[in-house]
């Protein structure tokens, strides 16, 4: 059975709890709580398809309660058989979308951690400003031409969605590292790049976009997303 919730404009708790009820066949004693929709998810919900859409749209004060119900929803469908939830967003709130503003951004500079972190930030469940600061000496390789910022940015992403297992991180640097003949440190990057004459913005936006793209790959994969 296939359920739609438009989140669109929901400004907290209680209203996206009305709108639960509105579009999912909750019991009478259903308690208007994440622990509670939890409960009916995983007694209930196996052969449910439930679609999440407009997240983005939400009210900024709802956004860390909707970051909460993400992880959740993820746990539940993890360990219920039949259970299916997607989060679909319109184009302008896709991460992509987020990350190519970032890069755009001349009022603030995004390094390339930063423009990879940043746009899990609400689905990770910490604010925009704080993954702004924990990426801030990522980029440049940690300021020092180190590992691309792109590529830590990206497994920091990883690590704050609950990504943290051998396989799936030795995946990640094994495709990257595949796609850029072994390489992931930004001096050796960048000194290919200008020998093969490219230009060195786009160069560091492309890395960010790819390294971007690979987690949320990952990360729907694992039903975090």
């Known amino acids: 059975m296939g359920y739609e919730i438009d989140l669109s404009g929901v400004s907290g708790r209680e209203e996206l709890h009305a709108r639960l009820r509105a579009a999912l066949p909750l019991p009478d004693w259903y308690g208007n709580n994440l622990d509670a929709l939890r409960d009916v998810l995983t ?16 009210s900024e004060s709802a956004a860390d309660y909707i970051a909460v119900l993400r992880r959740m929803c993820a746990d539940a469908a993890a360990e219920t058989p039949g259970l299916t939830i997607a989060w679909e967003d319109d184009e302008n709130d896709m991460l992509l979308d987020h990350a190519k503003r970032l890069r755009a951004d001349t009022a603030r500079h995004y390094n390339c951690a ?3 972190l ?22 440049g390789g940690m300021k020092r031409a180190s590992v691309c910022g792109a590529v830590t940015g990206g497994l920091m992403a990883l690590g704050l ?8 991180v030795a995946e990640y640097h094994r495709r990257l590292r595949q796609a850029h003949d072994g390489m992931l440190d930004c001096k050796d990057l960048l000194r290919v ?21 690979l987690v949320e790959e990952l990360a729907r994969r694992a039903g975090k997303l």
């Open 43 to 58: 007694e209930s919900g196996g052969g449910w398809d439930i679609r999440f859409r407009n997240a983005g749209r939400a």
């Open 114 to 116: 930063q423009s990879v």
């Open 193 to 213: 790049n200008q020998e093969q004459g490219g230009d060195r913005a786009a160069h560091c936006d492309g890395m960010v976009y790819e390294c971007l793209e």
């Open 161 to 168: 969605l609950g990504i943290d297992d051998g396989p799936t």
């Open 118 to 139: 940043v746009p899990f930030a609400q689905a990770a469940g910490i604010d925009e400003e704080t993954a702004f600061r924990v990426a801030a000496n990522f980029g």
